[in-house]
């Protein structure tokens, strides 16, 4: 399926649920957020991308992973106390 059609389906699976919760493409990322130039060639057995680290995923979407991880942990503490 197309990304912008499964986007589509889970904005509106998620619609009034959480007003935080956000569906975001990465233009220029593979399935799992790696470069898509340098990566979506390669066959699953190949793990070059670990030997790149952090900069074999799309620009942007590790951080934008962690600020969202950032920002439910800070609303955790929140809610626990």
Same mark, same amino acid.
């Given at each position: 399926?197309? =990304?912008?059609? *499964?986007? =589509?389906?889970? %904005?509106?699976?998620?619609?009034?649920?959480?007003? %935080? !919760?956000?569906?975001?493409?990465?233009?220029?990322?593979?399935?799992?957020? &790696? %470069?898509? *130039? =340098?990566? *979506?060639? @390669? &066959? !699953?057995?190949?793990?070059?991308?670990? &030997?790149?680290?952090?900069?074999?995923?799309?620009?942007?979407? &590790?951080?934008?992973?962690?600020?969202?991880?950032?920002?439910?942990? @800070?609303?955790?503490?929140? !809610?626990? %106390?």
């Amino acid at each position: 399926m197309d =990304a912008r059609c *499964n986007a =589509a389906i889970y %904005r509106e699976i998620l619609a009034g649920h959480d007003a %935080r !919760s956000r569906i975001v493409i990465w233009p220029d990322a593979a399935h799992g957020l &790696l %470069r898509a *130039n =340098a990566y *979506n060639w @390669q &066959l !699953s057995a190949e793990l070059r991308f670990v &030997l790149e680290g952090r900069y074999a995923y799309a620009s942007g979407a &590790l951080d934008a992973i962690m600020d969202w991880i950032e920002d439910r942990s @800070q609303d955790e503490k929140v !809610s626990w %106390r």
